[in-house]
């Protein structure tokens, strides 16, 4: 397999086909030193190569993965087998090279408790050179958090707005924007405080990309699903999530858009690949959107736990990560059920 893929829609179609997914491979190297250390394994150079290869050079993986976003260190890193750098040993394999951009979630001035993404000062700069990488496609993660009395709507409509700058910019320089703004699950709320929250991130969010010119075929949007809090009582069912996601979208969420692909926010690997499959199976064949992943730790942990930096368990650890992509390829089809784990 390589590469042929010659429009922002061609890359956005192809990022979410049936059957595949996007791996995220991109935590910053602060984030991958604390997974790095619940493996005692310490975070340098070579061992977070070694980590990266272990999951690209995955016998097979193409068959489940679409795509990596990789964080700059590692866009400029290489197989270890032969040297090739990444973008390049991925593309030959049929798996399209993806960049995260934006550099982090910072306090929001003016606000209590709340962030705002930084990353706009040099992006067109950087995104020509990634493009020259090869990178078809970017990552920018926006966070909401929600509480007592947030989130607000100046960190919403910020946050927005910034999403929206990224996303023509990367347009601009032929690169497919993946638009995460992602509302954390983390506190008591229940799942229709989650539903109010994203149908008006989402709102704002749409709003600000018409406003600013952006292409839907040529994007992927990558929400979090609705989801009770992770606190909360009488947490919501499979079921219950998977209607609530679809009937928020159904209602923010344009046609056009070329694709959309779940974060895992720190579900259950198994919740993460139920939700997604029975989303896919409500749908059936009357798509508006193809529903994909774009799993950091839903597709990594049980990869990482096998492997503890040790060269010996490679094979496991790369079967662990397999058995993972396997699954949630299985649930872009509504094909997976919990007697496979
Ligand atoms: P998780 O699937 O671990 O939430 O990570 C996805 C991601 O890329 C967050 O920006």
């Not at 590692?74 to 973008?87: F, H, I, N, V, W």
């Not at 996601?245 to 159904?250: K, V």
């Not at 690997?269 to 029975?278: C, F, G, S």
């Not at 010996?312 to 509504?334: D, I, Y």
Request: one cysteine or more; proline letters at 3%.
């Amino acid at each position: 397999m390589s590469l042929n893929l010659n429009s922002l829609e061609e890359v956005a179609s192809a990022m979410v086909a049936s059957g595949r997914g996007i791996l995220a491979a991109d935590e910053s190297t602060g984030t991958i030193g604390s997974r790095l250390a619940q493996i005692d394994t310490e975070s340098t150079f070579e061992s977070r190569n070694a980590y990266r290869d272990l999951l690209f050079s995955a016998d097979g993986m193409e068959n489940y993965i679409s795509g990596v976003i990789m964080y700059d260190e590692t866009l400029r890193q290489s197989s270890l087998a032969d040297g090739t750098p990444y973008p390049e040993f991925l593309a030959k394999k049929g798996v399209i090279p993806g960049i995260k951009v934006d550099a982090g979630a910072h306090d929001l001035s003016g606000s209590e408790g709340e962030k705002i993404t930084y990353g706009l000062d040099g992006l067109d700069e950087r995104l020509k050179e990634y493009r020259k990488m090869g990178a078809r496609f970017a990552k920018w993660r926006a966070v909401i958090k929600i509480s007592e009395d947030n989130p607000s709507g100046y960190c919403i409509g910020t946050n927005a707005h910034a999403l929206a700058r990224y996303a023509a910019l990367c347009q601009a320089n032929d690169i497919v924007p993946i638009v995460e703004p992602e509302i954390l699950m983390d506190g008591t709320h229940d799942i229709d405080d989650s539903f109010v929250v994203t149908e008006e991130v989402l709102h704002t969010v749409f709003f600000e990309l018409y406003s600013q010119g952006v292409n839907y075929s040529g994007m992927v949007l990558k929400p979090n699903m609705v989801l009770s809090g992770y606190d909360g009582d009488n947490r919501a069912s499979i079921d219950e999530v998977a209607n609530a996601t679809l009937e928020c979208f159904s209602r923010t969420v344009p046609v056009a858009v070329g694709g959309i692909a779940f974060l895992s926010g720190g579900q259950s690997d198994e919740d993460a690949t139920a939700h997604l499959n029975k989303m896919n199976q409500l749908l059936g064949d009357n798509k508006p959107w193809n529903l994909s992943f774009s799993y950091g730790r839903a597709l990594q942990q049980p990869a990482l736990k096998a492997w503890r930096g040790k060269d010996e368990n490679v094979s496991t650890a790369q079967a662990a990560f397999m058995k993972r992509a396997k699954l949630n390829s299985l649930a872009t089809q509504g094909k997976y059920s919990e007697d496979m784990e």
